[in-house]
């Protein structure tokens, strides 16, 4: 999507999922478990009651965080995802059979992710080969190695956080908060950033830009931040 | 007497040689860190994009973004780098990551590993262990050398689903530790037991040296 | 009266609507850069690694680590980032890239380009050409009508090496501007010229509306 | 390689090729023309005088510039580029049949570097699409548009060039100098990076390194850049 009017700032997450929601679309989320997660776009996507949502995210949340929000609402119909470990109601919606399951071993998930945004329709990888991953997958012999064929992934709409970004569209991302959000902000036909901190253009140094503005259609600074730890360990002295 | 799990970690350690990148898995092998002492340079990279991962917070250190791939709040050190999950995997893909130690609920005489998934439970997802078994330079499983029921973890052919194939390398149990390299060697045993309690509690056969 | 290269240019700033992102060939497309109002948002991509290109800098301020796709020393904006190639050709081959404006030797009634190699003379690479035409949303051909020799260089098909099959979607010349959509559909003629000479200037046939 | 003694850092150029070349190797250098050129790596490549070299690398450099040293010596039998341009002495060595000559599409031969270091042996793409390039190469249409196979690339020797570089091997880049380098970086089983700067560790911020110390083998600050500016352009007032 080119945003003609070049109007990427928006001040609310719930204004700037306006025109870009439709049932039955493909959204990507950032985040790793609960981290470097778009908390304010994932609650506004709640509230919009969208449905039937395929979601392509590395997790599918804890209950009552992160995606798990559009559990409890029963809006996604299928996860295309890598571990969804520590979520009893996904645990339940899949049983039941009302929510869809696709494992992707983590790295295929962000290679398919940043094959997408990166205009490759598929690529060739070792990873799953002899495992159920590799079912119905066309094989290949290179150098007398064997690999699998793996396609791109590309969403309707890529949901992402950072920690910095300016108003042209450029991010940065702190530490582990950087997980998938920089390839899925690539491969969305519509990416919405979030960020802690919205600076003006100039203020972020050209050399240091995670995600080039020209990925980013729509911009806000988020709030109420519940930067959830999921696994607080602690060194013992 | 069979290998404590202290042992266990620090017989794994012994693998890390100087100057190498590692990957630890999640559970036991994350207790390996514990043994790499300060001289010899061991890099420790976590999935979730980080390279150079240093201890636990101290309490009011922890930082929300600032985790490790079992999603522990983790510390940072001066040689450390974050990355996108898509480079960290080119990283473990692309055979970069010398070492990765991983747990197992079986390892076949072929190397075939598994340990993600068991038919009829609810499955949690392969995470990254299928990516990095596939990617790093050397695979060394970490696990108890028998299930909880008493049944041996170390097969002829796995009966679980697999993680990949021919990937182990070196395996450590409580009781032993064993290369897979045209069957299962067996490299050291554990002090006091017996050849024959090792082929007792083994369906794959062992070779001894 | 056929159009100068300066109105050429001008005519050519014309698609770069508003947010457009946007890559500049080597010659005279670069010479669009001149004709972009501050007003509307067009951001310049250099397949080198930039987004943001800013215009040359003056004396004593170029910078040799800070160059355009050409090797043109070139200054950044308050909006530029750098990148390494392979994420520019990701930027470029995934279609983020709004249009892109090159030169030609020839284009074909389907939209095909040449524009790299002439065969029997020195080939020196098609460079980020052939990623471009295949890659970005728009391309825009910015040529003479004909070549030095007269010859006409919008063909039924190409008799030189093609640089992409059916990419182009339009043609401005000195002589008018062409869309590319099942033929050649004449869009605009330059002032004083008339439908017969743009018909026995182009090999094609030409669909007048 | 793994640097058993996790000594990265060299004094000299030459002191870092040591052990590592060999006659009829594969070696990827950084730079965009004369831009992020590693100088003084491919000086001591040049005084080295290993032979029969496959060299990867955008351009071929200028006379007596960049690559165009490794030209004069005749030590290069093939190059894999995308453009060779404004060397006279390369023109020669190709039309007597001394040097052998691959073109790649810029973005395919960046994305097949890439692809290398990433442990994907081949990938699809619509560049090159019905060219010469197409030729003799898998074609697959995915979702209708038609596509080719590249394979990825791998070196024996990388040779990079960094702004900045820490004594573990964390690089940073500066300006459009970034080209190639940090793929290239990736895709050598022996990766030798040259900086302006070298610095201790801890000096470079985690957040903003560019290439990951686990890329770089040796690492050596360079001297007496000479950054020629190829194609001088000013703006007229």
Aim: one cysteine or more.
């Amino acid at each position: 999507m080119n945003d003609k009017t070049f109007k990427k700032v928006y001040k609310e997450a719930k204004e700037a999922l306006e025109g870009v929601l439709f049932d039955g679309m493909v959204v990507m989320s950032g985040g790793f478990g609960l981290c470097g997660l778009p908390e304010n776009l994932i609650l506004a996507l709640r509230d919009s009651r969208v449905k039937n949502l395929t979601v392509i995210s590395n997790n599918a949340g804890t209950e009552g965080q992160g995606l798990g929000l559009l559990l409890e609402t029963k809006q996604i119909k299928k996860a295309i995802s890598s571990y969804v470990g520590e979520n009893k109601l996904f645990e339940k919606q899949y049983l039941s059979g009302e929510i869809e399951l696709e494992f992707n071993p983590q790295g295929t998930l962000a290679e398919r992710v940043r094959a997408g945004g990166a205009g490759i329709p598929a690529f060739f990888t070792a990873t799953g080969v002899g495992t159920l991953v590799s079912e119905d997958k066309t094989h290949q012999s290179f150098k007398g190695k064997e690999y699998i064929m793996e396609t791109g992934l590309t969403a309707d709409l890529s949901i992402v956080k950072a920690w910095k970004g300016d108003k042209s569209g450029n991010l940065i991302y702190r530490k582990t908060a950087r997980n998938f959000n920089p390839v899925m902000a690539t491969a969305g036909k519509v990416t919405i950033a979030e960020v802690e901190e919205l600076c003006e253009v100039g203020e972020l140094d050209p050399d240091y830009i995670h995600t080039p503005g020209i990925y980013v259609n729509r911009i806000l600074e988020g709030k109420d931040y519940s930067k959830a730890i999921e696994n607080l360990t602690l060194s013992e002295e | 007497m069979s290998w404590t799990r202290e042992k266990m970690c620090e017989r794994a350690s012994k693998e890390l040689e100087d100057g190498f990148y590692v990957n630890l898995g999640i559970g036991m092998p994350t207790l390996v860190a514990n043994y790499i002492s300060e001289k010899n340079n061991v890099t420790l990279q976590s999935e979730n994009g980080m390279l150079g991962m240093g201890p636990f917070p101290k309490k009011g250190e922890e930082d929300p973004d600032l985790i490790n791939a079992g999603k522990q709040t983790i510390t940072s050190l001066p040689d450390s780098s974050f990355f996108s999950s898509a480079d960290s995997f080119s990283m473990i893909r692309g055979g970069h990551i010398d070492l990765s130690i991983l747990g197992a609920m079986q390892v076949s005489e072929s190397g075939d590993l598994a340990n993600w998934m068991i038919p009829g439970k609810m499955v949690k997802g392969m995470g990254g262990a299928m990516d990095l078994v596939a990617g790093v330079k050397k695979v060394l499983v970490l696990m108890d050398h028998n299930a909880k029921d008493g049944s041996p973890k170390i097969v002829n052919k796995c009966s679980l689903p697999l993680t990949g194939k021919e990937v182990v390398d070196l395996i450590i149990t409580n009781l032993g530790v064993f290369e897979v390299d045209k069957g299962i060697k067996v490299l050291e045993i554990a002090p006091d037991i017996t050849k024959q309690e090792l082929i007792n509690n083994t369906e794959a056969d062992l070779v001894f040296s």
